[in-house]
Every structure is written in structure tokens, then in C-alpha cells.
């Protein structure tokens, strides 16, 4: 086992259930230490990824290794990963410390280590002084607290986590976010981390990888995929993205509306090649509030969402061609002082905020 | 004013003037249902009180009560052949529980686990021996005996009683096993149990309550079996049920009261402990619901 091994390296590992490729020829370097988000769809394969990691799917074809070493004939009660279930999957029948205490019992641990370890588990995830407690007795937050307690008082080598907030209400989903982020921090281990929502991926990797139809379409820093999605999928999977159909341009794209738009165009983009303008709601500006140096088109207002921070405008630049601006709320009480549905407005953003996609 | 859903329209006019203002009830269930229920029940436990009443009768007469003794319990416990058949037949019921209730276990097990495209017709062939006539079972049990050359014995009856018990066993824990996640079964696995290990510390604890209220069952249904017994049974000693039907060839003596009220006591007694088991162990589903293999998880 070297020191400078990836914590888990994928090697066109493809997983296939009958017909159906569930995940298609993998390659993937997992460092050790990283937070990192297998982001996608249901039924995009990282799930079932996951689930190779730990044991209990064998790849179709490739490898997997683990801290450098080859996993492919090593039991899941041999691997040195652990998993935190969405379903928590706790043990009714035994106590909380009873349950955070099974890895290390198989382990055949010693018992004063074990109640110290157990002790510390517990303590990390808050929920200390509830030991004796079954699990039936403790809320939807505090069964994942135990389970994640359980996984991590055994020290893996990486924490293998399928969905773990997927079945809290939003508001506890958010502070269990930042808690997590905050324990993965303190003990160091490899976090690979399954879920489907874009928002708990950016606020907690360091890497997201995202997938569909058993692919990794694009891998990289919560900032990259966010800021510069590479395809199309990515740029309307990540966030809220407007997809503006057109024809490339010398140093622009023309918008199916008729208007040129200046956008760095990709140098393999020959002109009239088709593609998709891809600009972020956020990073449009309205009217007024238009600055220097932006590229401006105009439309009518179809629809105003209010939704508490900021206000969603929706506007039509030709027939069947929308773009979404947000109107922060931040001056105003109510937001419908501004402007009137059928309204003409004017909208801007800076170039470089505009991704050529195809 | 809320209409009555049950009552037609007219008949509620008519009574509205004047009739003291009842509370209208939700759905009024039909008079007759009640009075159907309580002839059911009449009829369906009117001859075992009678049973048990005349058990304890001090005269011979079956029409009389004429006083209360425990004579005819003396009787039989004092009459060896019958108590021969007592401890036959409580032998019988024990081991067919043990045997039955680990065999119907592991059935379970690989009939929810080991999902194959085969499991549906093995779920539907393991139900056979539930609606198998007994007297079919039985026979056939006796045709399989004396070709292999075995000789009727308490062997031959447990063995018997064991190949239809296993289907009960397998229906009550086969729905306890559906309820419980496969991913609790994962999750040991990924702490480092072994199969083995995981089956013993995740799997059979959960089972228990399932595991304990089939085998009282089964008990219950072995111990007052009379037609498999019957076909398979050896001279002697034969177990009570046979034993029973012996003697009333002979005519009928109270003392087959006193057995009929004993059977009653022990068969009760184990289904009822097999209803409470699930509370015994702390936990708040139904009795009723894990023997009919109805629990949620």
C-alpha cells in the first residue's frame, strides 16, 4: 500500500444488469482526503458505483482499487470502506451503542477501546449521552447521526455515503450539510458521496463528478462544473441554466430570435456550426441595471415568479425562445411595482458569462 | 341537518316529526349482522362449553349436570395407556416445532433472499401443503412410509407433521423477512460480519418474534392433529387424538370430556402465548399480525 495511491481508483470498470449498462467503462481517481459528489439523475449509475466500492456489486469488466490494492476478490465485510445508508438501515433490535459498537466488535477490538471509540463517535455526531437509547426512539437527523457514527468510529479508508440526507426535510437537510462538511473535515477520511442534489454537491465536495446513462459527462470543482459546464447536460443539470438555441458566428453566436450574441466561441467551432448559448439567471441584468460592455437583447416579460430572495422574470426574446433573470429582492418590499406582465424589457450580461455549448 | 346515508329518503321524512333527535351514525350497520355474528359464535362455542362443562360433571350422564368433580381428570391422568398418549403426543409436537420452525426458517430465507427467476413457483409450491387434503397428505404419507420399509412409529408421525408444518412457518417468517430492508442485512455485511455472522446478529434477531409465534403454532397444529397421526401412527403408544378416537369406538366415556377440555387448555394456551410473543419482546405490532403475516415494518 503506497502512501501517494489514490484512495480509490476506477479502471473501465462497467457494470452491466442484463442488458442494461448501468455504468459505462469508468475511469476515476479518487484522492485521499477529498470530498467527492458522484452527482446525476436516477438511474444515472452512481449509485451502483457506490455500491462496487463497498462490495456489493461486482464490476462486469475493469477494476477497482483501493488505496492502490485490487478489490475485485475482497469480501465487503473485508474492505476497509464503510457505508451510510439512505435508509440508515440501524439495527432496531440493539442500542444506539450497541450499533455504533458492531464494526469494532467484528473486529474483535478491545472492549475498554471500544467503549472510548464508541464514547468519541457518538460525541462527534452530538448525540452523546443517548447511548442506551434504541433506535426506534430517535428522529429522522438523529438515526443518520448514528449511522454515520457507526461507519466512522471504525476509521475507514474512505466513507462511502449513498443518499444519507435524501430522506430529511429541507431545513435539517442544510444544517446537515454543513455538519457533515465539518466532520469530514475534522477526521480526514475520503469522503465518496452519492446524491442527486445539485445544491448539497457544490455547497460539500471538493470534486463532483457528474454522470447520466452510466457516464461521467463532466468532473471537476464545484466552481468548474458551476461556472463552466462543458455540456449542455451539465450547464441544465447544475443549477438553473437557459439554453439558447443558435448558429455560431465569427466571434459571437446568432440566437434563433435573429440577434448576435458576442460569446467566446470554442476554436473548433466552425461558423455555423449549431449550438447552445448557455447563460446563468443570476448573471443577467435587467434594464437599468444593464452596465458597460454587455451584450444586451430584448424580449417581453411572459411570466414574474416570486420566490422570497429574488424575483424570477421570465422573458420572451422571439417565439418559443425564453430566458430566466432574477430580480433580487433586495430594495423592495413587493417586487410587482416594477413591471407588468407583456412589459418590454432589455437584457444584458457580460460576454464572458455566456458558454458556448454543443 | 345531516341526511342518514343508509336510510332512504322517505322513511327519513317520515319519522323526522316528532321521533326524538338521535345523533345520525355514520354508516347504520344492518340489525342482522349482529344477530348473524352472535349465532355464529353461539354455535361455534356452544358444543366446546358444553365440553368442558360436562368435563367436570360427577356423574356418568352426558345429559345431566348433576355436580361438580375433577373424577374424570383423575381418570385419565391415572390411566397409563392415556398418559403414554399425552406424553407421545407432547413429544410429538415438540420436536415437529423445533424441526419444523428451523427448516420453514431457512425456507423463508431463500425464498425472500436468493431472488431468482424461479422463487414465484417456489413461492406458490411451498403453499401445497397448506391446501393438500389431509386425508391425501396423510395417505400418501403412509404409502411413502411402507415402500422405504419404515416402520409406523412417533418417527413416522413427526416426520409427517414436520412436511406440513414447514409451509406455515415459511408464510409467517417469509412476511417478517420481506419487511426487513435488505439494506440492514448490507450494512452488517459492510461493518465486517460475515454472512453467517450477519444472518445470526441482524437477521435472526429480527426474525424472533416471527420465528417463536410459528413454532407455538405449529405446536398447537401438532398436537391436536388427528388425520396424518392417524395414517402414520404406530401401535403404541399412539398420540391423544387417535388415542381418543380409539376409545370412543368403545363408546363414550366422560373421561374423553376431561382429554377434549385438556387439549383445549394446552392448544389455547400455546396460540395465545404466540399472539403475546411480539409484546413480550418489546415491541408494539400485533400478535394477530405477525401470525398472519400481515405486519408493517
Not at chain 2, 350422564?61 to 374424570?72: A, H, K, M, Y
Not at chain 2, 431472488?115 to 387434503?133: A, K, Q
Request: some cysteine.
Amino acid at each position: 500500500m503506497s502512501e501517494n495511491s489514490p484512495a480509490i481508483r476506477f479502471e473501465g470498470v462497467t457494470k452491466r444488469f442484463g442488458d442494461f449498462v448501468a455504468v459505462d467503462s469508468l475511469d476515476l481517481e479518487i484522492k485521499s482526503g477529498e470530498f467527492f459528489s458522484l452527482l446525476g439523475p436516477s438511474g444515472c449509475g452512481k449509485t451502483t458505483t457506490l455500491r462496487m466500492v463497498a462490495g456489493f456489486e461486482q464490476p462486469s469488466e475493469g477494476r477497482i482499487f483501493l488505496e492502490g490494492e485490487p478489490v475485485e476478490t475482497v469480501p465487503p465485510y473485508r474492505r476497509n470502506v464503510n457505508t451510510v445508508f439512505q435508509s440508515y438501515a440501524l439495527f432496531e433490535h440493539l442500542s444506539i451503542e450497541d450499533n455504533v459498537a458492531f464494526g469494532l466488535k467484528r473486529r474483535k477490538v478491545e472492549k475498554d477501546e471500544i467503549r472510548r471509540r464508541v464514547a468519541e463517535a457518538l460525541e462527534l455526531v452530538e448525540l452523546h449521552g443517548r447511548g442506551g437509547v434504541r433506535p426506534r426512539e430517535l428522529s429522522g437527523g438523529q438515526k443518520q447521526r448514528v449511522a454515520l457514527a457507526r461507519a466512522l468510529v471504525n476509521r475507514p479508508s474512505v466513507l462511502l455515503l449513498d443518499e444519507p440526507l435524501g430522506a430529511l426535510d429541507l431545513k435539517l437537510r442544510k444544517q446537515m450539510q454543513v455538519e457533515l462538511k465539518g466532520i469530514q473535515r475534522e477526521v480526514g477520511i475520503t469522503f465518496l458521496y452519492v446524491t442527486h442534489d445539485q445544491e448539497e454537491a457544490l455547497a460539500m465536495s471538493d470534486r463532483i463528478a457528474v454522470m447520466d446513462r452510466g457516464l461521467i459527462r463532466q468532473c471537476g470543482t464545484p466552481e468548474d462544473i458551476y461556472e463552466h459546464p462543458t455540456e449542455p447536460f451539465v450547464a441544465g443539470f447544475i443549477g438553473v441554466s437557459n439554453l439558447l438555441p443558435g448558429v455560431c458566428e465569427n466571434g459571437g453566436v446568432r440566437l434563433a430570435g435573429g440577434a448576435v450574441c458576442e460569446a467566446r466561441v470554442p476554436a473548433d467551432c466552425t461558423s455555423g456550426a449549431e449550438v447552445q448559448l448557455s447563460v446563468r439567471p443570476e448573471k443577467i441584468a435587467i434594464d437599468e441595471e444593464i452596465g458597460e460592455g454587455m451584450v444586451t437583447v430584448e424580449g417581453t416579460i411572459v411570466e414574474r415568479v416570486y420566490v422570497g430572495t429574488s424575483t424570477q422574470v421570465i422573458v420572451e426574446l422571439a417565439a418559443g425562445v425564453r430566458l430566466m433573470a432574477l430580480e433580487q429582492n433586495w430594495l423592495r418590499a413587493r417586487s410587482d411595482d416594477r413591471w407588468e406582465i407583456g412589459d418590454r424589457v432589455k437584457l444584458g450580461w457580460q460576454p464572458e458569462h455566456a458558454l458556448v455549448l454543443r | 341537518m345531516s341526511v342518514d346515508v343508509a336510510r332512504s329518503p322517505t322513511t327519513t321524512r317520515a319519522e323526522a316529526p316528532g321521533a326524538p333527535s338521535r345523533p345520525p351514525k355514520e354508516f347504520d350497520r344492518p340489525r342482522f349482522l349482529k344477530l348473524f355474528t352472535g349465532v355464529f359464535f353461539l354455535f361455534l362455542f356452544a358444543p366446546i362449553v358444553l365440553v368442558v362443562l360436562f368435563s367436570f360433571n360427577s356423574s356418568r350422564s352426558l345429559q345431566d349436570f348433576e355436580g361438580f368433580s375433577l373424577r374424570w381428570y383423575e381418570q385419565f391422568f391415572e390411566s397409563e395407556s392415556l398418559r403414554d398418549s399425552l406424553i407421545a403426543s407432547i413429544e410429538i409436537a415438540l420436536i415437529t416445532m423445533l424441526i419444523a420452525t428451523v427448516l420453514g426458517t431457512m425456507l423463508a430465507y431463500g425464498l425472500v433472499r436468493a431472488r431468482t427467476r424461479w422463487s414465484d413457483s417456489f413461492n406458490v409450491l411451498m403453499l401445497i401443503p397448506l391446501v393438500t387434503p389431509e386425508i391425501v397428505a396423510g395417505v400418501s404419507a403412509l404409502l411413502l412410509f411402507t415402500q422405504v420399509g419404515l416402520e409406523l412409529s412417533v418417527t413416522t408421525i413427526v416426520l409427517a407433521h414436520i412436511t406440513f408444518s414447514i409451509s406455515y412457518v415459511t408464510v409467517v417468517v417469509r412476511a417478517r423477512l420481506a419487511s426487513l430492508s435488505l439494506e440492514v442485512e448490507e450494512a452488517s455485511m459492510d461493518l465486517g460480519a460475515t454472512r453467517w455472522q450477519t444472518f445470526r446478529l441482524v437477521t435472526l434477531p429480527a426474525l424472533w418474534p416471527a420465528v417463536l409465534a410459528a413454532g407455538l403454532l405449529v405446536f398447537a397444529l401438532s398436537f391436536d392433529d388427528f388425520v396424518l397421526s392417524f395414517f402414520t401412527t404406530g401401535e403404541s403408544p399412539q398420540p391423544l387424538p387417535v388415542r381418543i378416537w380409539t376409545q370412543i369406538r368403545f363408546g363414550v366415556r366422560p373421561t374423553i370430556n376431561a382429554i377434549g377440555s385438556f387439549m383445549l387448555v394446552v392448544s389455547v394456551l400455546s396460540i395465545g402465548l404466540a399472539l403475546l410473543i411480539p409484546r413480550l419482546f418489546g415491541r408494539r405490532e400485533s400478535g394477530l399480525k405477525v401470525l398472519l403475516g400481515r405486519e408493517g415494518a
